[in-house]
């Protein structure tokens, strides 16, 4: 193509987006009636009552949240309980793991898991690989209970 036909095709681009913005901006002018209410009770009250909601004065407002705290803190306070009561019943696991030479992470969490001292293996592989300890597993006897999390079960197996 060349220089004029250029201009020529960008004079072209240039005046058909003119006549669009005339026609869109100027002629164009949708009709918008927006009857504006002026905002009563009587209105407030037709529209709770068709979307089914309610209106609470503040002091209400106030007394039913603060139930609320009080119920939530009766639940926390009963749930402290019950997990204090099941770990009372749950049972201990204590066992010695021998990690030899050649022995992978994964073989070192089959064991925990089939001694019962974690529940999965995911969560441990998880902590491992985030805290980048999967090379500092250290050879040797460890001594470990179903008690421990896993923070302090990765701690003693990378002493």
Same mark, same amino acid.
């Given at each position: 193509m060349t220089k004029r036909g250029m201009r020529g095709f960008a004079f072209g681009i240039l005046v058909s987006c003119a006549v669009i913005a005339y026609f869109f901006y100027q002629i164009y002018q949708p009709s918008v009636d927006i009857k504006k209410e002026p905002l009563t009770e009587a209105t407030v009250t037709k529209y709770l009552s068709e979307h089914q909601m309610v209106a609470v004065s503040e002091d209400n407002y106030n007394q039913l949240k603060a139930g609320a705290r009080?119920?939530?803190? /009766?639940?926390?306070s009963g749930d402290q309980s019950k997990d204090k009561a099941k770990k009372d019943n749950k049972q201990v696991y204590t066992t010695v793991i021998n990690i030899k030479a050649g022995m992978t992470t994964k073989d070192v969490a089959d064991q925990l898991l /089939?001694?019962?001292?974690?529940?999965?293996? /995911?969560?441990?592989?998880?902590?491992?690989?985030?805290h980048n300890l999967e090379?500092?597993?250290?050879?040797?006897?460890?001594?470990?209970?179903? /008690?421990?999390?896993?923070?302090?079960i990765v701690k003693i197996l990378t002493k």
């Open positions: 009080e119920t939530s803190a /009766d639940k926390k /089939d001694n019962h001292i974690i529940k999965d293996k /995911d969560p441990f592989y998880e902590y491992l690989d985030k090379k500092y597993m250290q050879l040797g006897k460890f001594k470990l209970s179903s /008690d421990m999390s896993i923070a302090e």
